[in-house]
């Protein structure tokens, strides 16, 4: 397991500038409903990101209440641990696949409720130097944890083009995951593909498609997605979190796009039938127009929720 961030960290001037652009958290009203929060109840959110959330669970917790709040990007955690303090907040560098260690070392052996709101937060993809936008001429990273080795670049310059292929079918549900890939590989044979907009520009070229949204969108997602192991991550934290739940604790999951979405329906659909979860969304729930008015970036959130029996 990843160290906790160090209370001495200088915050970059960003981190300080970030909550003029913080939205509301997506579907607050909604997860506050799912996990029900009681008073002196364990709550863990597995992506705190900003504090949104987290800082929502915390108002409804009493005295003896705790929030255990787990994210993979040291600033984001810096920035939450400026926001919410400390008191009953305990904050965690680490990933999905190490929350039951994380927990371990808290001498906390069971939770209430469990959250994770999944993706990109907007800070990171306001923040242009970590690689997330295709709006960027950032160098191509793409990494959640800026201490993980592997970056976009890598996966970009290094893997085969079958490789390459792959995770734009898998990761993208990119119809133009051959062409793509095979621009790459050509394209790398004469110079290296160091910068976003310089995928974004050979993408475009290579699908030549229009519409509403940007056509490298697609490449970008499984691109981070693979950096990032996000679905193996999924699949771990969601089996995490089955087994230190409690008794009628609460589980609830905020998808951004059809895959995570249908790694969440498939897990709790699987252990409905195995008669360890209660479905308490038969369909996920979406934002309402005013919501997705107000906060653009919720336009594609889905919730789903789960109880454990």
């Not at 990171?124 to 959640?144: H, T, V, Y």
């Not at 193996?232 to 979190?241: C, I, P, R, V």
Request: glycine letters at 6%; one cysteine or more.
């Amino acid at each position: 397991m990843e160290n906790e961030t160090s209370h001495t960290s200088p915050f970059p001037i960003s981190i300080h500038s970030a909550i003029e652009t913080i939205h509301t958290p997506v579907l607050m009203k909604n997860v506050m409903e799912l996990l029900a929060v009681k008073e002196d109840g364990t709550y863990i959110d597995a992506t705190v990101g900003l504090g949104g959330h987290a800082k929502e669970i915390i108002a409804r917790l009493g005295v003896h209440g705790k929030l255990i709040g787990i994210d993979r990007d040291a600033d984001a955690l810096r920035f939450a641990r400026e926001r919410l303090g400390n008191g009953r907040v305990w904050l965690r560098k680490g990933k999905f696949s190490h929350l039951e260690e994380i927990l371990r070392n808290l001498n906390v052996t069971e939770a209430d409720g469990v959250l994770f709101d999944l993706g990109v937060s907007m800070f990171q993809f306001k923040e242009l130097k970590r690689g997330f936008s295709f709006l960027s001429d950032a160098p191509l990273d793409m990494r959640m944890d800026t201490a993980q080795e592997v970056t976009a670049w890598d996966l970009v310059n290094r893997s085969p083009e079958k490789e390459i292929e792959r995770i734009l079918r898998e990761y993208g549900e990119e119809p133009y995951a051959r062409k793509i890939a095979r621009a790459i590989v050509v394209e790398r044979q004469k110079t290296s593909i160091d910068s976003c907009a310089s995928l974004a520009d050979l993408v475009q070229r290579a699908c030549r498609r229009r519409g509403r949204t940007h056509p490298a969108t697609r490449t970008f997602q499984a691109f981070r997605i693979e950096v990032n192991k996000e679905i193996d991550e999924l699949e771990d934290g969601l089996k995490s979190a089955l087994n230190i739940l409690k008794i009628k604790g609460r589980l609830c999951v905020i998808s951004y796009h059809s895959i995570e979405d249908r790694v969440v329906k498939t897990f709790v659909r699987d252990n409905s039938r195995r008669g360890l979860l209660k479905m308490l969304t038969k369909k996920p729930i979406a934002p309402h127009f005013d919501e997705m008015r107000k906060n653009r970036s919720s336009r594609s959130a889905k919730l789903r929720g789960a109880e454990k029996l």
